[in-house]
């Protein structure tokens, strides 16, 4: 038992970057802050969430935020949007993002 949660920390920490794909539409999304959203059209709401713990071991706050974002993102060109904004703290690996279609 002592082996497999070596192992799956091992692979936590070495892979931690890499469990959210950021797809082809979602790369075409930006994050941006509620200033720059002014003159955009809202599309809606969507809420991410990753683990923010494996194991039992917690995972670094800056990967679980960009996991956030690319998992945001990535619903947010399915909206047919081009921007999103963090609209609450992350807790327990979760965060709420507001959809947004700017002009270029």
């Known amino acids: 038992m002592r082996t497999f949660i070596i192992l799956v920390i ?3 920490v070495s892979h931690g970057c890499a469990w959210v794909e950021l797809s082809d539409q979602g790369q075409q999304v930006r994050v941006i802050d509620a200033n720059a959203a002014q003159n955009c059209e ?3 709401q969507t809420t991410a969430t990753v683990a923010d713990s494996v194991a039992g071991v ?3 706050a800056d990967i679980v935020q960009a996991n956030l974002e690319k998992l945001a993102r990535n619903t947010a060109a399915d909206m047919k949007g081009n921007a999103v904004v963090a609209t609450s703290k992350i807790v327990d690996g979760k965060q709420r ?3 947004y279609r700017c002009g270029n």
């Open 42 to 44: 809202h599309l809606g």
């Open 10 to 12: 091992t692979i936590v």
């Open 97 to 99: 993002f507001d959809v």
């Open 58 to 60: 917690k995972r670094r």
